[in-house]
Nanobody, 117 residues
Framework: QVQLVESGGGLVQAGGSLRLSCVAS????????VGWYRQAPGKQRELVAR???????DYADFAEGRFTISRDDTKNTVYLQMHSLQPEDSAVYFC???????????WGQGTQVSVSS
């Protein structure tokens, strides 16, 4: 079992930056991919970025060039650095972890990001 706790959300003006953190606990050896998703009101949850263990990250088109995902396995933490935020980036951001075994997937409780124009 893996537990994920996000932090770092908040209210920021358009053009601003935020860094989200996700601290994981539990059986971290079971985790292969960590990532961030977001969900805005009335919309489906969508991938923002993900990073497999020992591999390169990949990003949604809207995140490319503005967001950076990173992981520090020594601290069991994954980060999402966001720059040039826009009102359309407002959403609840969720940390996600997937295991090596199909079907193993964990979610954090989410952290709200609000961007004012």
């Amino acid at each position: 079992q893996v537990q994920l706790v996000e932090s770092g959300g908040g209210l920021v003006q358009a053009g601003g930056s935020l860094r989200l953190s996700c601290v994981a606990s539990g059986n971290m050896f079971s985790i292969s991919v960590v990532g961030w998703y977001r969900q805005a009101p009335g919309k489906q949850r969508e991938l923002v970025a993900r990073i497999p263990r020992g591999s390169r990250a990949d990003y949604a088109d809207f995140a490319e060039g503005r967001f950076t995902i990173s992981r520090d396995d020594t601290k069991n933490t994954v980060y999402l650095q966001m720059h040039s935020l826009q009102p359309e980036d407002s959403a609840v951001y969720f940390c996600n972890a997937k295991g090596w075994v199909a079907g193993q997937e964990y979610w954090g409780q989410g952290t709200q990001v609000s961007v004012s124009s």
